[in-house]
């Protein structure tokens, strides 16, 4: 997810993204494509250390929900498959937590 979200700093990247059918006709399409990249960036870093593990699992479900139905059409099983994954592993970090390596189980752990 990081590496995706680092394309928030590529205007080339960016202006494509603008550049889709669906962006084209949207007021808020500069805001939209650029919230979406932080999201994938920030919750990339957050699901890599293990901070705020849930929290950046609900931001990574929501993102690429919207990616997976909302731009993809909900093709999951064909064209949209590698956004929909990123959903489901979302959902098991969600459940299961960092576990014992991540910053949240050393920091915020019950002694």
Do not use: C
Not at 28 to 52: D, H, N, Q, R
Not at 86 to 106: C, E, K, N, P, Q
């Amino acid at each position: 997810m990081i590496y995706h979200g680092l394309e928030i700093f590529s205007e080339e990247k960016m202006n494509g993204y603008l550049q889709w059918e669906l962006f084209k006709d949207s007021s808020s399409a500069k805001l939209m494509v650029y919230a979406g990249k932080a999201a994938e960036l920030v919750g990339g870093i957050l699901m890599g250390v293990g901070l705020f593990t849930r929290m950046a699992a609900i931001i990574l479900i929501v993102t690429m929900s919207y990616i997976s139905f909302g731009v993809g059409h909900g093709k999951v099983w064909y064209d949209d498959q590698h956004p929909f994954l990123f959903v489901l592993l979302a959902f098991v970090f969600l459940f299961m937590g960092g576990g014992r390596m991540s910053l949240d189980h050393i920091l915020f752990k019950n002694k």
